[in-house]
């Protein structure tokens, strides 16, 4: 079946991405303190969508080497570069202690975590070792049509590499890959190689010509997947997966 034919009716999902943070919070996002007096319902949204935001502007700084592999920084030292208290910051670095992005260095603050070639490869590895098979089961079983709503998610990919946003493509890439994945049905799975997906993330090279060349590359082979999967081309499918996660690992 053509794909273009295959896709015809079929409109895409539902635009509900987080869109990339900046590095500063929004002036109307910034924390507004009380003290010595009960926190209103609203103080309590507030500060907990203070804390996604500076969640978000982390991830994004860990992404694009702002914050340096090795490097100790201190929860009032971010608060201040972002204008907010030091409490969402540090509620922020213990949620990236956990997903292994930070590591804690009591009464200093929390120190970016070194990924070396070896642990790189080895996240690899387990990807592969998860996606591999369930992509290679869903080309069998997913109908063509039902691949069409991916098609935004790996237009994003490559609209991120095309201008080097290293930030907005690690979150398009984590996008296409979960949606993908999505399509077994399985939650566990999804979550699980999310996590490792997000792992595998930070920090990236800091050389932007070569890392968008390899970004470039990259989301091409999403495009080229996603059209094997249409096509239900078992073989290619498993090849392309197999260079995915040998090549760039994204």
Avoid: K
Avoid at 2 to 12: D, F, K, L, M, T
Avoid at 71 to 98: C, D, I, K, N, W
Avoid at 144 to 164: E, F, I, M, N
Avoid at 195 to 222: C, G, I, M, Y
């Amino acid at each position: 079946m053509e794909q273009g034919r295959a896709c015809e009716g079929v409109r895409p999902p539902h635009a509900s991405a987080t869109a990339r943070s900046s590095v500063r919070v929004p002036e109307q996002a910034r924390g507004e303190h009380t003290h010595n007096e009960p926190s209103p319902p609203r103080a309590v949204v507030q500060r907990h969508s203070v804390r996604g935001q500076i969640l978000e502007a982390l991830r994004a700084a860990l992404v694009d080497g702002e914050l340096i592999p090795g490097q100790v920084y201190s929860a009032p030292a971010l608060g201040a570069r972002f204008g907010v208290s030091a409490t969402p910051v540090r509620e922020a670095m213990q949620q990236l202690a956990v997903e292994g992005a930070v590591e804690v260095v009591p009464n200093r603050g929390f120190r970016v975590a070194e990924r070396g070639p070896r642990e790189l490869a080895e996240l690899a590895e387990v990807r592969a070792l998860i996606e591999v098979p369930v992509m290679v089961r869903l080309a069998r079983t997913v109908p063509p049509a039902g691949w069409c709503a991916l098609r935004p998610l790996a237009d994003a990919t490559v609209a991120a590499a095309a201008v080097g946003d290293r930030a907005g493509y690690a979150e398009a890439d984590r996008a296409f890959h979960g949606a993908v994945l999505a399509l077994s049905g399985n939650a566990q799975l999804v979550t699980v190689a999310d996590e490792l997906h997000r792992r595998s993330q930070w920090p990236l090279e800091t050389n932007p010509v070569t890392r968008r060349a390899d970004l470039l590359a990259d989301a091409a082979e999403h495009t080229a997947l996603l059209d094997a999967l249409i096509a239900q081309d078992v073989m290619v499918v498993q090849s392309l997966v197999r260079e995915h996660f040998t090549g760039s690992g994204g």
